[in-house]
């Protein structure tokens, strides 16, 4: 087992899966990239058939043919995210430009050009601070009320994901790097390669202390954010699309090409 200072990496085992509450069956016309939550409300997810669907949970479970539509995209959605206001940041194929969307009214308020490639994921920041990267080795810093580009990050590959805790960015690279950013200077902290082949997917723990990374390589690994060293934690049969943490510090969910989803306990 790995030590990082005095913080041993867990070891980790499959949880047990919940009972399924809703069901919506053809909720897009292809397949779902993207999924986020506004205040345990609204449910936003992101397809290939170009569109995001809004479901509000807020009254009870949502009806079969009950969500919102909202189509700002000419191009498949890869990511998408909420800010504290309600709006929403989304990005992907087709222009290629990342888009701020009011809600209640279905409109696209804002749209972001700058990348020359697909945009594979959007974060909030700060207040008015959304960081999208891209295919094109690229993270741009976008103030969404000054509707203008204010920071731009060079990489050597491209970027997959994207995840911020406090002053930290955290870039996951199509060549499978995790590199850690102060977001104030921009200056990198450090770097790690816990992956062969894309990294997809980067999320920070509740606390900050360990980042979970999912690649195509079908491996799911624990990074300490302190001294990046890792650990592989639960290895899939089919490339990872996704893994994230729980509000739960112990527990996260991944999901895979193999069509499924599961529960992870670390012990």
Known sequence: MYT?????????????????????????KGSIYCLAWFQDR??????NDQTIKLLDYGTGPPLQGGAKRLAVHNGTVRDLNFLEDGYLVSGGTGDCAMKL?????????HSFAGHTEEILAV??????????????????????????????????????ALSFHQAQLAVATLSGECLM???RTMKILATTKPHTDECRSVSYSSDGRWLLTGSYD????????????????????DKVIQCRWHSTPELFAVTSAQRRACFWVLQ
């Open 123 to 160: 974060c909030p920041l700060e207040t008015a601070l959304v960081a999208s990267g891209g295919a094109d080795r690229t993270v741009r810093l976008w103030d969404t009320r000054q509707h203008s580009q204010v920071g731009i990050l060079r990489l050597s590959n491209g970027v997959g």
């Open 181 to 183: 950013y102060d977001r």
């Open 4 to 28: 990082l200072n005095d913080n041993p990496l867990p070891p980790c085992s499959l949880g047990e899966m919940g009972e399924s509450l809703v069901t919506l069956k053809s909720h897009h």
């Open 218 to 237: 079908g491996q799911v690994s624990l990074v300490c954010s302190q001294s990046m060293e890792w650990k592989a934690v639960c290895q899939e049969n």
């Open 101 to 109: 969307s009011q809600c209640t009214s279905l409109q696209c308020v």
């Open 42 to 47: 609204i449910l936003a997810s992101g397809s």
